[in-house]
């Protein structure tokens, strides 16, 4: 069987330049270029 567990902590690539996202200031938002996705309640 072929059953692949996810991984603990998720890990968000960013949509604009795929710089990892990580949860700051509590948001989540970019590394790189400091892009920060919306929420899901927005
Ligand atoms: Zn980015």
New binding site residues.
């Given amino acids: 069987m072929a059953v692949q567990q996810p991984p603990s902590e998720p890990v968000y690539s ?6 990892p ?1 990580s949860f700051a200031h509590q948001a989540w938002q ?6 920060a996705p919306r929420h899901a309640a927005d």
């Fill in positions: 960013c949509p604009n330049c795929g710089g996202i970019c590394e790189e270029c400091g892009h």
